[in-house]
């Protein structure tokens, strides 16, 4: 599935080229004019990454920005703006942004920062509305952080690697702090409480997360 990009860019020929640039790389992009757009957007789908311009119709960058991210969004986001004082890019960053490019810039630069962004996020493991980050060990249910213990995830880190395949329950119940087959039956129901996943019991022989 093609990872896709919020562009917000009212400058029509620079909107135009970055969006063309994006999807000859391979991008599904989303191109709008104005903050309020964008907004409607972000309600609309989930996005891997924005690029949002500052000084734009409707919502400027930075207050769409400051909203998403009130709102729990924490999509990475770099800023494309002609403002360039040292207060204006601090500002950028204490809103959240993960990076911010000064125009004129060349449209590759973009590219390839984009590009550093989402390899990095491509780490991330998907199933249904659950995405969980290997490095961070960080687990997402829409969008919104949802807080584990060790032991749950242990379990998910090793679910998410497995999907579809049954995994002995002997493997599991190491992830446990004084291992039986009930506390390892309390451990799976409390996180298919938390993360909505469904872990299917093969008797006699382990647990299954089965295709999502």
């Given amino acids: 599935?093609?990872?896709?990009?919020?562009?917000?860019?009212?400058?029509?020929?620079?909107?135009?080229t970055l969006e063309e640039l994006l999807q000859e790389d391979g991008y599904d992009v989303d191109w709008v004019i104005d903050g309020a757009e964008a907004a409607d957007k972000t309600f609309e789908q989930k996005y891997d990454l924005y690029i949002f311009d500052i000084n734009v119709p409707e919502i400027d960058g930075f207050d769409l920005l400051e909203s998403l991210r009130n709102a729990k969004d924490d999509t990475p986001t770099i800023f494309i703006s002609a403002l360039v004082d040292l207060k204006t890019i601090a500002k950028g960053f204490e809103l959240g942004a993960?990076?911010?490019?000064?125009?004129?810039?060349?449209?590759?630069?973009?590219?390839?920062?984009?590009?550093?962004?989402?390899?990095?996020?491509?780490?991330?493991?998907?199933?249904?509305?659950?995405?969980?980050?290997?490095?961070?060990?960080?687990?997402?249910?829409?969008?919104?952080?949802?807080?584990?213990?060790?032991?749950?995830?242990?379990?998910?880190?090793?679910?998410?690697n497995n999907i579809g395949q049954v995994i002995d329950k002997t493997v599991l119940m190491d992830c446990l702090e004084h291992p039986s087959s009930t506390a390892l039956r309390?451990?799976?129901?409390?996180?298919?409480?938390?993360?909505?996943?469904?872990?299917?019991?093969?008797?006699?022989?382990?647990?299954?997360?089965?295709?999502?």
Avoid: W
Avoid at 120 to 128: N, R, W
């Fill in 1 to 16: 599935m093609k990872q896709k990009i919020l562009l917000l860019e009212d400058d029509r020929t620079l909107g135009e």
């Fill in 98 to 160: 993960d990076d911010y490019i000064k125009k004129p810039f060349f449209p590759e630069e973009l590219l390839i920062r984009v590009n550093a962004k989402l390899s990095k996020a491509s780490s991330v493991i998907k199933c249904g509305d659950v995405e969980f980050d290997p490095a961070s060990r960080t687990l997402k249910r829409d969008g919104h952080i949802v807080p584990l213990g060790e032991v749950q995830l242990s379990l998910l880190n090793h679910f998410l």
């Fill in 186 to 212: 309390v451990a799976i129901n409390k996180l298919k409480e938390k993360t909505g996943l469904e872990f299917k019991n093969i008797r006699g022989v382990g647990y299954v997360l089965e295709a999502c």
